[in-house]
Nanobody, 127 residues
């Protein structure tokens, strides 16, 4: 049972990356899947979440319009498309999943109830 995260790397400001979070050994159906990030010297913050049952998505206010979360049920994978990247987006990005055990907001902002975690992937935005 694991979440495999991929897609990080070095990108110039204004560039794009797509992160993938593939579940192995369990299904992402009926779960809340979220992306979180931790920048150097800072705490972890919620980036985006999606309810795999209905596709409802949440984004941190500062990221709306630049990041898009999506899910592919056939591939058991969730993606985070990141556009117009800025140096302040530099961080280790993690994906997590959990059953809807509390409010969507608490799961997305505080990661409460996120029982499955993937390894982080480093995104560096720099010229």
């Amino acid at each position: 049972v694991q979440l495999v995260v991929s897609g990080g790397g070095l990108v110039q400001p204004g560039g794009s990356l797509r992160l993938s979070c593939a579940a192995s050994g369990f299904t992402l159906d009926s779960k809340i899947i979220g992306w979180f990030r931790q920048a150097p010297g800072k705490g972890r913050e919620g980036v985006s979440c999606i309810n795999s049952s209905d596709g409802y998505a949440y984004y941190a206010d500062s990221l709306k319009g630049r990041f898009t979360i999506s899910s592919d049920h056939a591939k058991n994978t969730v993606y985070l498309q990141m556009n117009s990247l800025k140096p302040e987006d530099t961080a280790v990005y993690y994906c997590a999943a959990g059953f809807p055990s509390t409010t969507f907001q608490r799961m997305c902002l505080e990661s409460i109830g996120m029982d499955f975690w993937g390894e982080g992937t480093l995104v560096t935005v720099s010229s």
